[in-house]
């Protein structure tokens, strides 16, 4: 898979095959349920940067990106080149009323997300994987690259999540 040229997504470092990227996509709940599980609530709120998230900050922005992408590779399969929204992702995790003791509700709200969208992407054809669709701010988008920018995403903030539970 050739790397994306599209400055605003993240590139996988090793060669995953999409079997691969699909399995990544869907172990990521169970990561995440890892990560966090267990966590006193000092730490999970605990910013150990002032300006940067908490761990608990980071679990929700990792909600909202799971669920705000699952919408995004819907109107990519579904829609022909759709146009779609960026949001303001400091702004969400900001507003958020989001406490510690909603994570298990979280955690069955991303993976069941999570499940749907690997059923919806295990299906497609190669035609399929190469759909594209417009972004607000990165412009365009194909399918395949978005998937792999997701994966990368996703490992960037659970590493964030324990590195700031362990500080």
């Known amino acids: 898979m050739a790397a994306t040229s599209n400055p605003y997504l993240y590139v996988l470092k090793e060669p995953l095959g999409r079997a691969e990227v699909l399995a990544e996509l869907a172990g990521m709940p169970a990561r995440l349920r890892e990560a966090v599980g267990g966590a006193p609530e000092a730490a999970l709120v605990r910013r150990s940067v002032p300006d940067e998230w908490s761990a608990f900050q980071t679990f929700c922005h990792v909600r909202d990106a799971t669920l705000t992408y699952a919408a995004r590779f819907r109107w990519i399969v579904f829609n022909d080149n759709p146009l779609m929204p960026d949001y303001d992702e400091n702004n969400w995790v900001e507003a958020s009323k989001d406490t510690p003791a ?33 972004h607000e701010v990165a412009g365009s988008i194909v399918l395949e690259h978005y998937a792999r920018h997701q994966v990368v995403h996703e490992r960037m903030h659970l590493r964030q999540i324990k590195e700031t539970l362990a500080s």
Do not use: K, Y
Not at 114 to 132: F, I, N, P, Y
């Open 102 to 134: 909603d994570g298990p509700e979280v955690l069955d709200q991303i993976a069941a997300s999570r499940a749907d969208l690997v059923r919806v992407l295990s299906r497609l054809d190669e035609e399929g994987w190469q759909r594209t669709g417009s």
